[in-house]
């Protein structure tokens, strides 16, 4: 039943222009990024052939490419997971869907699963950005891979959070900015740290979204980094369960 909500979810979105249109602005301002990079790394390859240890194609554009996308998708997936829930308490069909036979993990799951394929989709396009530049270049293929791992557990984070928000409220709007808000905050503790070693310093940076993905970025690949952006998913999802739950409960 998962995948039949998933694919419900599914066909929802591209049934809407909301999909269309996030897939194509989205792409556009990544693209326009890409390039922008690469004239930047064609400026700089004078002053790059006369270090002995110059950085490549991979940091120089690889990474800041994935680094802007993550800015630019932390605005876009509120507008994507805030009608999940949220729309079908507008539209008065959550009791509908909480009186089926279905348990409130199938639910949360399929509609979670729904808007992961869809954001997959866009990573994919991004990656096939990235992919691009073996035909002109070499590539640190160990990077790229580092950076896409680091997107996809990101989404599944930004995924999981919106979905929360979502079952909090019936209008779709204070849905999707909570979720940025929130988004927000975990983003910048990093910045607030402001370099500190102190104990409240380290728990600000280990709870900021972008300390986590920074390490990935930079090709180094470590398992606190991945546990860290799944307890975040599946923490979501298990409140989104429970909060479902207490409605289907007093319904």
């Keep these: 039943m998962i995948f039949v909500i998933a694919r419900r979810e599914l066909r929802s979105l591209f049934m809407s222009p909301l999909a269309w249109t996030i897939l194509a602005v989205v792409q556009v301002i990544l ?11 064609i400026q700089l390859q004078p002053r790059l052939a006369a ?3 110059a950085p490549g194609i991979t940091e120089i554009i690889v990474a800041p490419l994935f680094a802007n996308a993550a800015v630019v998708l932390m605005l876009v997936v509120p507008l994507l997971t805030m009608r999940l829930i949220s729309d079908e308490r507008r539209n008065q069909t959550l009791s509908l ?13 399929g509609k979670y699963l729904g808007a992961m394929i869809f954001l997959l989709v866009q990573l994919l396009l991004i990656i096939l950005m990235t992919v691009s530049l073996l035909l002109g270049g070499n590539l640190d293929l160990g990077v ?16 999981a959070l919106g979905l929360y928000m979502s079952t ?5 709007t204070v849905a999707a900015v909570a979720t940025f808000g929130v988004l927000l905050l975990l983003w910048v503790l990093e910045l607030s740290n402001g370099g500190s070693d102190s104990s409240s310093g380290n728990v600000l ?4 979204l972008l300390s986590h993905y920074q390490s990935l970025l930079k090709g180094m690949f470590s398992s606190a980094d991945v546990i860290y952006f799944l307890l975040f998913s599946t923490v979501c999802l298990i409140l989104s ?7 289907r409960l007093h319904s």
Excluded: H, K, N, W
């Design 144 to 159: 790229v891979a580092s950076c896409s791992l680091g997107l996809a557990l990101l989404l599944a984070s930004f995924s």
């Design 205 to 208: 940076s280990y709870l900021s």
């Design 97 to 109: 869907l909480l009186s089926a036979p279905l348990s409130m993990t199938e639910i949360v799951l």
């Design 241 to 247: 369960v429970r909060r479902l739950d207490a409605e």
């Design 31 to 41: 693209a326009f990024m890409f390039f922008s990079q690469i004239d930047f790394y």
């Design 51 to 53: 270090m002995s240890s």
């Design 168 to 172: 909090l409220t019936a209008q779709p």
